[in-house]
């Protein structure tokens, strides 16, 4: 029961292009929507999040996007740099209001050419 | 670095052997979360602890796998009589509060292979 899809398993960008990276969701009680980033050999690192009741956030290079009516999130990063190179994961909370736990999808590799 | 810590790195056990793996959650986070990620999938939730209590273990398989988080010390999860499948990378979260703004932050995850 795959409630969450990356379908993209890897991208290719170039340096200073954007990078776009999607996420599909079946379940309509998710309210919270995160985005994290993994290196290699190291932990999932928070990038960006949004509520249910936005349909957008924006951090500095990173802003996400929310259609809930589609279901679909996105992760823009513009410009795209070397150093972005690593799996992006999104992850989702059920009723945020009570509960913690996050609900992930398989990931998307990020390669940004210099 | 006051960020999640874990140990060990790496834990190789033979089948049949109990598995410690321990975590340390960033200083003045209460709440400790732990997942899994087996070979070529995502993470997947285990359990949800707050300090001396399980909030919610839904992810955590039936038999075998056991977690604590004590008053003082670390968080243990604990495999007992380890089997093959049971060989991957498991992380473990912490935060500060639970709020809906709260964030998990992870640490750099505990490999565990078993031969």
């Known amino acids: 029961d795959q409630q969450v899809k990356q379908n993209s398993p890897s991208l290719s960008v170039q340096e200073g292009r954007i990078s776009i990276l999607n996420c599909d969701y079946t379940?309509?009680?998710?309210?919270?929507f995160l985005w994290y980033k993994k290196y290699p050999a190291e932990g999932p690192t928070f990038l960006i999040s949004?509520?249910?009741i936005k349909d957008k956030n924006e951090d500095g290079r990173f802003t996400v996007f929310l259609n809930k009516s589609a279901k679909h999130l996105s992760l823009h990063i513009v410009p795209s740099q070397p150093g972005d190179s690593a799996v992006y994961f999104c992850?989702?909370?059920?009723?945020?209001?009570?509960?913690?736990?996050?609900?992930w999808g398989l990931g998307t590799s990020l390669a940004v050419n210099p | 670095n006051a960020g999640v810590m874990q140990n060990p790195r790496h834990l190789v056990r033979r089948r049949g052997q109990e598995a410690r793996l321990r975590c340390s959650p960033m200083?003045?986070?209460?709440?400790v979360y732990w997942y899994r990620q087996l070979p070529e999938e995502g993470l997947k939730f285990m359990v949800y602890?707050?300090?001396?209590?399980?909030?919610?273990e839904s992810g955590m398989p039936k038999e075998r796998f056991s977690a604590e988080f004590p008053k003082e010390g670390p968080s243990i999860l604990r495999i007992q009589q380890v089997v093959r499948g049971d060989s991957a990378a498991y992380f473990c979260?912490?935060?500060?509060?639970?709020?809906?703004?709260?964030?998990?932050?992870f640490g750099a995850g505990t490999r565990l292979s078993v031969l």
């Open positions: 979260a912490s935060s500060r509060v639970a709020g809906i703004k709260n964030i998990q932050y």
């Open positions: 379940n309509s009680m998710f309210d919270y």
């Open positions: 200083k003045g986070h209460s709440h």
């Open positions: 992850a989702f909370i059920e009723n945020a209001g009570n509960n913690r736990k996050l609900i």
């Open positions: 949004i509520s249910s």
């Open positions: 602890l707050q300090k001396e209590n399980i909030i919610d």
